[in-house]
């Protein structure tokens, strides 16, 4: 049987990296099962479920969703990562939400931070007026 035969096959494994190439330029909406790494130029919006690589060759321009995000290269736009690095090379301008952000010397950060969607919108504000206590001293009250 040839190349494609049933024998000759191997499945990806679930480990794998997606990889945008340095000198590639992709627009539009990506959505990555597992890992990104990006050498090249993408404007849009990108999912990566487990992690997002920007090389020092790198240039973001949109919105990414991830668990982990390291930064060597270019990144501009809105951020909702669990973790967040941006390394020595890495340059970030815009807003992001994690509650996990470290920054490496040399490495620059313009924006606004904030803390995670997710944690910030499934905490509950305690109702307190349940456990007042009127204290006064006018018998009428």
Known sequence: MGIFGGQNRIKSQSSTTTLIAEGCTVNGH???ANQLQIDGH???QIEAVNQLKISESGNVLGEI???HLIINGHFEGICHATRIEILSCGRVSGTVYSDNLSIEPGGKFM???NP???ASSTQEIPDLT???TLISNDPDL
Request: zero cysteines; hydrophobic letters at 30%; proline letters at 0%.
């Open 111 to 113: 924006g606004v931070t």
């Open 65 to 67: 969703t991830t668990e």
């Open 130 to 132: 349940d456990n007042l």
């Open 30 to 32: 990506l959505k990555v």
């Open 42 to 44: 993408v404007e849009g």
């Open 116 to 118: 995670s969607e997710k």
